[in-house]
């Protein structure tokens, strides 16, 4: 090695998940999420995207691939291209729920579950195991990366990807649209006082963005009015450092009990998603 390699050598660094240089870059491949990475303070973020499932677990399901896959977020991460870092979990939610506390991160009470049994039985203490530590390792590695982009930039926009089910009594039924919105805005656990303009400009934004030729219902803390575990988590340890949208799309992007996607919503969404995004981006950044 050369001089000049061995001081380039050196200044890379590897921390876990990643190599430390100039730009930031996975040090490994994952089977457990895709990770994108590029240069700018917008992460978003697909965490109920995944269907895969380890086989072991598999067996212990009690429904169909069908009603399982109706209860994950599917095409959510088709949005992730809105960040500048794209993060896209590859693992079902009901592997291991990253949007849960580690506790009831793989839970076989239908309590958890919107009152369906998912699995046949208890599950066994291996399989347990196996979720709660897909879980901690997705959490070391978003610490190292959120650390990571904060040495680079003085604040972070966090976009945190959902959909919801509103037929979900029966593909003719339709749940009422005071208590569900297009989009429900997500924002409990973000500092009021420091981002409160940039979330009322990201709604507007969305507003003025037209969806099937009509202006989307963009409301605030409806559907999920006590958040999630991710953004409260990252609150916790970021606070107003990284500001936090949990976005909830009704699923009118496609027909959420045959799984068939409408592309021109799809196409709208993501077009209101970008523009709600370009107007509060200089917010954020070095």
């Known amino acids: 090695m050369t001089p000049s390699n061995a001081a380039a050598g050196a200044r890379v660094r590897q921390s876990g998940f990643f190599l430390h240089d100039t730009r930031l870059v996975a040090a490994s491949p994952c089977d457990e999420w895709d990770l994108v990475i590029g240069d700018g ?152 006082a420091r981002w409160g303009d940039a979330v009322h400009a990201f709604a507007e934004a969305m507003r003025s963005a037209p969806v099937a030729g009509g202006a989307p219902d963009v409301r605030e803390n409806v559907r999920y009015p006590g958040g999630g575990h991710f953004p409260e988590w990252i609150h916790a340890r970021y606070g107003s450092r990284i500001c936090t949208i949990s976005i909830e799309y009704k699923k009118t992007f496609m027909d959420e009990w045959t799984g068939h996607a409408d592309i021109a919503r799809l196409y709208d969404l993501q077009a209101g998603l970008e523009r709600a995004v370009a107007a509060v981006r200089p917010e954020f950044g070095r």
């Open 41 to 192: 303070p917008v992460v978003a973020a697909a965490i109920h995207d995944g269907h895969a499932m380890r086989p072991s677990l598999q067996r212990h399901l009690a429904i169909d691939t069908a009603s399982r896959r109706r209860d994950e977020d599917p095409l959510t991460g088709l949005f992730t291209g809105v960040g500048d870092v794209r993060l896209r979990a590859r693992r079902s939610r009901f592997e291991v729920d990253l949007n849960r506390p580690r506790e009831t991160a793989l839970s076989s009470n239908p309590e958890d579950t919107w009152g369906i049994r998912f699995w046949r039985d208890d599950l066994p203490h291996d399989e347990l195991q196996a979720s709660l530590a897909a879980h901690d390792r997705f959490y070391a590695m978003v610490t190292e990366l959120f650390d990571a982009l904060l040495d680079r930039h003085r604040s972070l926009l966090v976009i945190d990807l959902h959909s919801y089910n509103h037929r979900r009594d029966g593909p003719d039924s339709c749940a009422p649209a005071d208590g569900n919105p297009d989009i429900d805005l997500g924002v409990t656990t973000l500092d009021r």
